[in-house]
T-cell receptor
Framework: SQWGEENLQALSIQEGEDVTMNCSYK?????VQWYRQKSGKGPALIILIRSNEREKRSGRLRATLDTSSQSSSLSITGTLATDTAVYFCATDDNYAQGLTFGLGTRVSVFP | DPKIIQKPKYLVAVTGSEKILICEQY?????MYWYRQSAKKPLEFMFSYSYQKLMDNQTASSRFQPQSSKKNHLDLQITALKPDDSATYFCASSQEGTGSSSYEQYFGPGTRLTVL
């Protein structure tokens, strides 16, 4: 596996709290993508960070990338119940080649 | 309007039978993909096509055959179905850009296949 996690992680938090999830990858990549998958839906890209960026922000989302340790994190600030989903990190290095997904983190946000 | 259509949404099949999963994308993309997601494994890349040509195949079994009749279609034929094939199959697409080796992929809603 491209990714270091061994099990799907699960986090339960209350609305308004912040949450951070981590991924570590095994082989070189030029970009890390974070996808969110809500129940019964396909994954959707929420943020993408390139190897020349250490941090990327998009609204309440913040992604970091440490190429030296081959790890990435995704933080969500001020979570909402609608943030309830499974979050995946993914890498790909070439056009028209498949993404390699991590096992994901299941985040449940309670009102 | 849905940009990636997958049909059917649910599919039940008997062991040994053959099924075709349909995927159409209306995003104008020139690359399409199939992924599988089961309870036991994470999202798993299967195939990728670009301009209707196979680019990458990570599926060991020849029972899985993608079929591209049009640029915006990539169907998946599965023969000799087994219970282990039970999973949700996602179609995705992306657009070739410039200056980057990585591209956002847009996923369809999936087809949930159950093999009895």
């Amino acid at each position: 596996s491209q990714w270091g996690e061994e099990n799907l992680q699960a986090l339960s938090i209350q609305e308004g709290e912040d949450v951070t999830m981590n991924c570590s990858y095994k082989t070189y990549t030029t970009v890390v993508q974070w996808y969110r998958q809500k129940s019964g839906k396909g994954p959707a890209l929420i943020i993408l960070i390139r190897s020349n960026e250490r941090e990327k922000r998009s609204g309440r989302l913040r992604a970091t990338l440490d190429t030296s340790s081959q790890s990435s994190s995704l933080s969500i600030t001020g979570t909402l119940a609608t943030d309830t989903a499974v979050y995946f990190c993914a890498t790909d290095d070439n056009y028209a080649q498949g993404l390699t997904f991590g096992l994901g983190t299941r985040v449940s946000v309670f009102p | 309007d849905p940009k990636i259509i997958q049909k059917p949404k649910y599919l039940v099949a008997v062991t040994g039978s053959e099924k075709i999963l349909i995927c159409e994308q209306y995003l104008g993309h020139n690359a399409m993909y199939w992924y599988r997601q089961s309870a036991k494994k994470p999202l798993e890349f299967m195939f990728s096509y670009s301009y209707q040509k196979l680019m990458d195949n990570q599926t060991a079994s020849s029972r899985f055959q993608p079929q591209s009749s049009k640029k915006n279609h990539l169907d998946l034929q599965i023969t000799a179905l087994k219970p282990d094939d039970s999973a949700t199959y996602f179609c995705a697409s992306s657009q070739e850009g410039t200056g980057s080796s990585s591209y956002e992929q847009y996923f369809g809603p999936g087809t949930r296949l159950t093999v009895l």
